[in-house]
């Protein structure tokens, strides 16, 4: 045995936290049969499957080998994303989430340390029996992610029957809205109206209540330590989530929402000014919820009426990550400083207030917990001066981390945009910045002036 085989598992273990690509942990495995056996843990704790081929192959040798599945903590599983270049048979593509589904159903008995199951499928439902198997036999499965797409699940369904999970996230795909599922009177009697949306259950009649009824009994209900919540879909619809506002999870730290989760009722429509009044919002459920840390609010700016700056003073006290939009970082940003202000102050600077005018968030709590905020959706520097932009950078005095898109007009400085952003972020170790039209900089040739002056660390 070569003096590198008799090293004990813990060190190869500790080798394999510093391979970041899953290709050199793989060719490490291939040294010998005793460092195979001693790096099967790290090898294993994490796969990713795509395409049913590899999921049937991969879960077929999980299904034989219970030494291999035992260290597999976490299984990430899309059936209908195919990575190979020979496309599957197309009468096979449709039933690919029942076949797949059913692999991992007979699998899972071997799964016992899985802590972290994702089910990322299209538009068809996988075999319930898999949910099934997975509660019943995955003790430690504290995590899962599914999606809705064309059909939903049947009220009764496993999915619906977890208790006590850490972390919940839900994809709404492309069928789901294809198919109006996000419209509560589909198959009710009552008529919709703009205030009433997917979330809200309002109508009882309606073919999706039964569903997300179950699906929110199980998170408030029974769900109590809850810790990640993530509600995304991929249309710009804003919608109302009445349940997500009166729960109540003390150990949420990770929250991630789509447009289709924010109160946006009509200013002046009938009977929705009282309604507003009686019942919570989502600023109420950030209020409520000091814990959070990553805050992601990933729907479309122009879709977002979601208005943050009467957010009381004192919410989001430990939020250290955040991703949307840029004026929902300003509104966050701009709170009025005075403390008991109980969500209903008026905000720090008006809609068309000069930019110029130094940005009195400074004085919160997030300036000194924020460090690391993304913007995913381009934006345009017609709409948004350098000085807009440096005048709530510069409050952030923790921020660490950014990472912005710009879409530059023809004549623009593009020098400006970069010196404001380097000079706005004196402590700045990552910046990811991206440029969706030729700017006028040389970029290389920038960012290594301002580091050789001190302007970027």
């Known amino acids: 045995m070569s003096s590198l085989e008799s090293l004990p598992t813990e060190i190869f273990l500790e080798i394999a936290g510093y391979l970041s690509l899953a290709s050199d942990l793989l060719q490490l495995t291939q040294v010998s049969r005793n460092v195979y056996v001693k790096m099967l843990p790290a090898l294993y704790a994490d796969v990713d499957l795509h395409g049913a081929e590899q999921s049937e192959r991969t879960l077929a040798m999980l299904e034989r080998c219970p030494d291999v599945a035992r260290h597999v903590r976490k299984l990430a599983v899309h059936p209908e994303h195919e990575s190979l270049s020979r496309p599957r048979d197309q009468y096979r593509v449709w039933d690919n989430a ?28 996988p075999d319930d029996r898999m949910w099934a198997e997975l509660r019943a036999r995955c003790p430690r499965l504290k995590s899962i992610g599914t999606t809705f797409g064309c059909f939903l699940p ?16 839900l994809t709404l795909k492309d069928g789901f809205y294809a198919h109006s599922l996000h419209v509560p009177s589909r198959g009710g009697s009552a ?57 109540h999870w003390p150990r949420l730290r990770s929250l991630t929402l789509g447009a289709l989760v924010w109160n946006t009722s009509v200013p002046g429509q009938p009977g929705v000014v009282q309604a507003q009044e009686s019942s919570p919002d989502f600023k109420a459920f950030l209020y409520k919820h000091p814990s959070i840390e990553s805050l992601h609010l990933v729907g479309r700016p122009s879709s977002n009426q979601l208005d943050l700056s009467a957010l009381d003073h004192d919410a989001l006290p430990n939020l250290n990550e955040f991703s949307g939009s840029f004026a929902h970082l300003r509104m966050l940003v701009d709170r009025a400083s005075a403390p008991g202000n109980g969500g209903n102050a008026v905000p720090a600077q008006v809609p068309n207030a000069n ?29 948004l001066t350098p000085l807009s932009i440096s005048r709530v950078l510069l409050s952030l005095h923790a921020l660490t981390s950014l990472k912005v898109t710009f879409v530059i007009q023809g004549g623009y400085d593009s020098n400006g945009i970069l010196r404001t952003l380097a000079t706005s972020c004196p402590h700045l170790l990552d910046l990811d910045l991206t440029c969706t039209t030729k700017p006028s900089f040389l970029l290389v040739s920038c960012f290594l002036g301002f580091i050789y002056r001190g302007e970027l660390c």
């Open 154 to 169: 049947r009220p009764t369904s496993s999915l619906f029957q977890f208790d006590d999970l850490r972390q919940f996230s």
């Open 355 to 383: 930019p110029a005018v130094p940005a009195s968030g400074g004085t919160t709590a997030l300036s000194k917990t924020l460090q690391r905020v993304c913007f995913p959706h381009a934006m345009h520097l017609r709409d």
């Open 98 to 125: 029942g076949v797949v589904s059913r692999c991992v159903m007979r699998a899972a008995r071997n799964l016992d340390a899985l802590h972290h199951f994702e089910w990322d499928g299209e538009d068809m439902l």
């Open 191 to 247: 008529p919709l109206k703009d205030h009433q949306v997917l979330l809200t259950l309002a109508d009882p009649a309606s073919e999706s209540e039964p569903v997300f009824t179950r699906l929110w009994d199980m998170l408030t209900l029974r769900c109590p330590a809850l810790e990640a919540l993530s509600i995304v879909g991929h249309s710009s619809e804003p919608s109302e989530a009445a349940r997500l506002y009166t729960a």
